[in-house]
């Protein structure tokens, strides 16, 4: 394992009295997939807002020796944090490689984009390879499906070289098929970066998890390996009685 490690220590955001994230801490190693689960209103996504300076918080989130939080947005950006949103935020109507080559401009000045332009970027062509979207260059991306969406805003963060990728509902809507084929991509992704999923899909939880954060009510209620999460009494009653419950084959 090599490379530096994400380390959440006292998370806690407040929205107008109300406590969102009441202390929170885990971290996040290069060569593992993180989740980060919990029922509806956990503070699972204010987390990830918090870590990417979308939204005040004061504890620590350091990457390496850097603290992260208190810094702009697009600071963290640059730093190598890259985050999905529940909802694909792709150009619907530029081609997979416009989307790549809009994502790689962020890193790059203007000659240099040009100079880009006359091919495809060695960055882009592994980004494409990575997440089996080589074959959609030319699509324009509001045709893909929603797994191919999904996995074209992982791409454009390859194409950053995000060191960390904070994923939020990655699989949410997508087939059987492309669930699993997410849980390989991210697999893969992980064994050169951070990869740190918020999911209610406890199915893919169980499947691809290293290490799993539960989260209740802006605590933490549980850590440790799927295995262990799922024997956690504590755990059990929370999901108890719902459709997602942790123990489910
Ligand atoms: N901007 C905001 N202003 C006020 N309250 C907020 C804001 N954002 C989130 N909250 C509240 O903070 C709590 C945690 O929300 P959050 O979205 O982080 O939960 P979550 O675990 O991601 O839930 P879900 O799985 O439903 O997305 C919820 O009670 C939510 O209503």
Not at 134 to 140: A, D, K, N, V
Not at 155 to 169: G, T
Not at 188 to 196: C, E, G, P
């Amino acid at each position: 394992m090599t490379g530096a490690s994400l380390v959440v220590t006292d998370l806690r955001v407040e929205f107008s009295g109300f406590v969102a994230v009441g202390g929170v801490s885990f971290d996040a190693h290069p060569g593992e997939v993180r989740f980060l689960i919990g029922p509806n209103g956990a503070g699972k996504t204010t987390c990830i807002d918090a870590v990417t300076g979308l939204t005040k918080a004061t504890g620590s989130a350091r990457l390496g020796q850097t603290e992260l939080l208190g810094k702009q947005v697009h600071k963290i950006v640059r730093r190598g944090i890259g985050r999905t949103f529940q909802t694909a935020s792709v150009f619907d109507e530029l081609t997979v490689l416009q989307n790549l080559d809009i994502a790689a401009g962020l890193h790059r000045r203007s000659v240099s984009l040009l100079r880009a332009r006359r091919g495809i970027d060695p960055s882009i062509e592994r980004a494409l390879e990575e997440t089996g979207l080589t074959g959609e260059l030319t699509t324009p991306a509001g045709i893909l499906s929603y797994g191919q969406k999904q996995w074209l805003e992982i791409a454009m963060l390859l194409v950053q070289d995000a060191k960390v990728l904070l994923l939020d509902e990655p699989v949410a809507g997508m087939s059987q098929d492309e669930r699993t084929a997410t849980g390989e991509l991210l697999q893969r992704i992980a064994a050169k970066r951070i990869v740190l999923v918020v999911e209610h899909d406890m199915d893919f939880m169980r499947r691809f998890a290293t290490r799993v954060t539960v989260l209740h009510q802006g605590k933490v209620l549980s850590q440790g390996t799927v295995a262990e999460v799922q024997a956690d009494p504590q755990v059990q009653e929370v999901y108890l009685g719902t459709a997602d419950a942790i123990t489910e084959a």
